[in-house]
């Protein structure tokens, strides 16, 4: 397992999501209010790029008529068959148990420490005074 | 050099997935039909709208699941709407799946089915015109289906006629709910020219009769919508049987399009044991339907059958026959298929090989 | 005001050795309207007579047509399936049907007037149960609904739900509006009270054409699209949520075949990962929903003879507890005796012919116990 630092925190603001490269590994990073989470970018169904799907609210019902809308931007449509995923874990809406795209631990960093520490930054420069996103891979 | 010269044995070339993909929708728009239609018909538009057979003056009785009933991922760079960017086409699908051929169909603007038929037979015209200049004539890869206003079954044979020799256009282009069934005479004009230039006819789904939804009354959802399509297909397909539309015109061949197909089988076997029972009533029937049905038509794949277990739909894929089946991604559409995904994995080498590309070579007489 | 049918004091058949075979849908023929006059109120005796309606037959069983009815069950009049004697001879004795559900298809779900409607529905429901039920303890039947106004429906299924041989209540597949639609529901929650199964059978009322597509030209076009109108009904209940606000409810889907449903259910399973914010209380695969609320009668069935073929057909339900015996009687979907199709399993057809019907309509278990 190796760490990646894949991006600065304040490239994604809340409410959005980037796509970043961890090894090799396509993988989107969304910021729910202030909190990151990281998917593989990789719907498992046919294999469309989550990144460009659309977030939505989570929307139950505990009747026929009555909509429940909770969680709104929390739930990533794929951009082709609008399959739902919870960004928080992964799990499609349809068949949690079976159908879900991989969760990475994704954490924030300040580049003082990780200038010192053993970590890469693959593609850009590490500055001391900014907060970094950090994905085990 | 051609293309082909590159692969000349496509059974020894590489790993190269050779794809002929029956279903792309390309967006030509009213701007790029202008030219070709006279200023009465564009007045007309422009003051009373399209009146297709369904009271919304606009947008669509059930909405969609996304803008355009589109991929998210497809609305170009350049700002237009999915499909109507040939460069983006070629980057998200042409050249990115390294297709051989790519059939078109063209939704809208097209003027199938409006209740002005003449608008119909103006529109189509125009989208067919439209169609060389923004399309076949500058992408030797796409090919393109013949838009008739279907509803004038005459108007249409004179297009098909008018257009049969081009080598830009390889089919014939209905959807699939006509305002009546497609197996009575008012349509057979467009059977008979289709045949006559050796032009497969094909339905794609949606269109609007102007009955219910469904013969239980109007649905509400979208979803209902969609499925629903099998339905109508299988009223359709029903009716070109019953009606002798086969018998007639022993050369036609039939693609239905993003039907699904896991209904077939059974609808097949539905009719031969109704037609056991009550051929007297339709002597004009000289075999079983499933035999007009084997012989006549194809299905294309796009949106794939996933059923709960993947053996049993290999089990319909053989009873359907592995040469019946076109690939269809339904590019730039939400419901898309990904070639290199969507088929079964069980697949021998050489049924993939029919279902991604041979079976349409040989339909549509590609090299 | 018409008397509520009070229970039956002969409901319990003696039935002592192990059942062989339920029968799920047999068509009792109404011989022609007057045979109702007797169970009518005044007014509508004599509007029969006064305005000389005499033939409300649907148009879905040509009287004539080889299907409506099989050569070698028709008497030397061409009648069939008028007379109890006419079921005990070619189910009972000729099938080994040791019981039987009785499912008319009488007209009155045509009639426009729904006064009228009521009135004549009544009718058929209080014949079917003095003409049949009573003269053979073997026999259980559906209430017919009069569906073009929901509190007739209501009113006529409390009337009848009293007599336990009333097995379930029936509508056809073909009506008015989609049947998952909420103006239905008092219907639906009554009967999951009640613990009866909803039949919906083929045929229709003809207010909208039998396809979506417009009017057929043939008879056998009108037959075979009634299969359609069972796939877009399915639809209608699942999505609509019928399943979701009666979860008890068993819905049987009759003489439509069976084989269409598998592949049928793939596509709205399929769409339903993509669509179902649409109608979020569809909060389960459809799929499930069917198996556990959904069952489905054996005649007609759609498939070939290849015995291969049917056990693969039927493979395709991943499920044994969806398909219930029938004989379709009188309608000719076999020959001979040859109601169970080649290619079942010994096992499979016991469930068929008796476990699946017991566990589907809780009143058969009742009395036969």
Redesign the interface.
């Known amino acids: 397992m190796a760490r990646h630092v894949v991006a600065a925190s304040s490239e994604i603001a809340p409410g959005d999501r980037k796509l970043v490269d961890a090894g090799g590994r396509a993988i989107v990073i969304f910021n729910l209010g202030g909190e990151f989470f990281a998917l593989a970018n990789r719907c498992p169904?046919?294999?469309?790029?989550l990144h460009?799907?659309?977030l939505?609210g989570l929307?139950?019902?505990p009747?026929?008529?009555?909509?429940?809308y909770t969680r709104e931007g929390e739930m990533i449509?794929c951009?082709?068959?609008?399959?739902?995923f919870d960004v928080r874990t992964g799990k499609?809406?349809?068949?949690p148990a079976r159908i879900r795209t991989r969760r990475y631990d994704v954490k924030v960093e300040h580049g003082a420490d990780l200038v010192e520490g053993p970590y890469v930054a693959e593609t850009f420069k590490v500055a001391i005074e900014n907060d970094y996103l950090v994905i085990d891979v | 050099m051609t293309r082909e010269s590159l692969h000349p044995d496509p059974e020894r070339a590489t790993n190269r997935l050779c794809v002929i993909d029956c279903d792309i929708h390309p967006k030509t728009s009213m701007e790029d039909l202008k030219p070709f239609m006279a200023r009465h018909w564009w007045d007309t538009l422009d003051t009373f709208g399209a009146r297709p057979r369904h009271g919304f003056a606009s947008g669509f009785p059930y909405p969609k699941?996304?803008p355009q009933a589109a991929?998210?991922?497809s609305w170009p760079p350049s700002g237009g709407l999915p499909g109507s960017d040939l460069k983006f086409m070629r980057d998200q699908l042409l050249d990115f799946y390294d297709l051989d051929y790519g059939i078109m169909n063209f939704l809208s603007p097209t003027g199938q089915g409006f209740q002005n038929s003449d608008l119909s037979v103006a529109m189509a015209y125009a989208a067919n015109e439209a169609a060389r200049v923004r399309w076949t004539g500058p992408e030797k890869r796409l090919k393109a289906s013949i838009v008739v206003p279907y509803e004038d079954g005459e108007e249409s044979a004179k297009e098909i006629t008018r257009l049969a020799g081009m080598p830009d256009y390889v089919q014939v282009q209905m959807l699939s709910r006509t305002s009546e069934l497609a197996g009575k005479k008012r349509y057979w004009p467009i059977y008979e020219a289709a045949s006559a230039h050796g032009l497969p006819v094909s339905f794609h789904v949606f269109g609007y009769s102007g009955w219910p939804s469904t013969s239980g009354g109007w649905a509400s959802y979208y979803i209902e919508e969609m499925a629903e399509h099998c339905t109508s297909c299988q009223s359709l397909l029903a009716s070109l049987v019953i009606e002798g539309v086969f018998e007639r015109f022993p050369r036609l061949k039939v693609v239905l399009i993003e039907a699904g197909f896991a209904w077939l089988p059974a609808l097949a076997y539905r009719l031969d044991r109704n037609w056991l029972r009550l051929r007297a009533e339709t002597p004009h029937l000289k075999r079983r339907p499933s035999e007009y049905i084997r012989e006549h038509v194809f299905v294309t794949t796009q949106p794939m059958e996933e059923p709960e277990k993947p053996e049993h739909l290999m089990d319909v894929l053989d009873w359907i026959g592995f040469d019946r089946i076109l690939f269809a991604t339904d590019y730039p559409h939400?419901?898309?298929?990904?070639p290199?995904?969507?088929l079964p994995a069980a697949l021998t080498p050489s049924q993939r090989r029919m279902i991604l590309s041979e079976n349409a070579r040989k339909l549509y007489g590609f090299p | 005001m018409i008397a509520a049918i009070m229970p039956s004091t002969a409901v319990k058949p003696a039935l002592e050795t192990p059942l062989n075979a339920i029968d799920c849908d047999v068509h009792p023929n109404v011989p022609n309207l007057r045979a109702l006059i007797p169970y009518m109120e005044p007014y509508w005796r004599d509007s029969i007579v006064d305005r000389g309606i005499d033939a409300i037959d649907s148009a879905s069983y040509p009287p004539n047509s080889p299907l409506t009815a099989r050569a070698d069950w028709r008497d030397a009049d061409k009648r069939v399936a008028t007379r109890v004697e006419d079921v005990q001879k070619h189910v009972f004795d000729g099938l080994g049907a040791d019981i039987a559900i009785l499912n008319s298809l009488y007209g009155v779900q045509l009639v426009l007037n729904e006064d009228m409607a009521r009135a004549f529905t009544r009718a058929l429901n209080d014949w079917v149960r003095a003409e049949w039920l009573d003269r053979d303890p073997r026999l259980r039947a559906s209430i017919i609904l009069p569906m073009h106004n929901v509190e007739h429906a209501v009113d006529e299924l409390e009337r009848c739900a009293g007599d336990h041989r009333f097995v379930q209540a029936m509508m056809l597949v073909g009506g008015e509006t989609p049947l998952g639609r909420?103006h239905y529901w008092p219907i639906y929650e009554r009967l999951e009270k009640l613990g009866l199964p909803l039949g919906v059978h083929a045929g229709s009322s003809y207010r909208n054409p039998v396809t979506s597509l417009g009017w057929p030209s043939y008879y056998m076009e009108d037959y075979t699209a009634q299969a359609q109108g069972f796939q877009s009904q399915l639809t209608s209940l699942i999505t609509?949520?019928v399943f979701?606000?009666c979860p008890g409810l068993k819905v049987v889907l009759m003489e439509s075949g069976v084989t269409w449903l598998p592949g049928f259910m793939w596509r709205l399973q399929k769409f339903?990962?993509?669509?179902?914010?649409e109608?979020?209380?569809v909060?389960r695969?459809p799929m499930d929903i069917v198996r556990d609320n959904v069952r489905l009668t054996m005649q007609p069935l759609d498939a070939p003879d290849d015995p291969e073929i049917v056990a693969r057909l039927i493979d395709h339900f991943n499920s044994d507890d969806m398909l219930l015996f029938a004989s379709d009687y009188p309608h000719w979907q076999f020959d001979g005796a040859a109601a169970m199709p080649a290619g079942i399993s010994a096992a499979l057809a016991r469930k068929i012919k008796v476990d699946n019907p017991l566990a589907t309509y809780p009143r058969l278990r009742e009395t036969t116990a």
């Open positions: 169904h046919q294999a469309g790029e460009k799907g659309k939505c929307v139950r019902s009747e026929p008529g009555v909509y429940e449509r951009p082709w068959h609008s399959w739902e499609s809406w349809c068949d | 699941a996304q991929r998210r991922d939400w419901d898309f298929d990904d290199r995904h969507a | 909420r609509e949520g979701a606000h339903w990962r993509g669509l179902r914010f109608t979020p209380w909060d695969p």
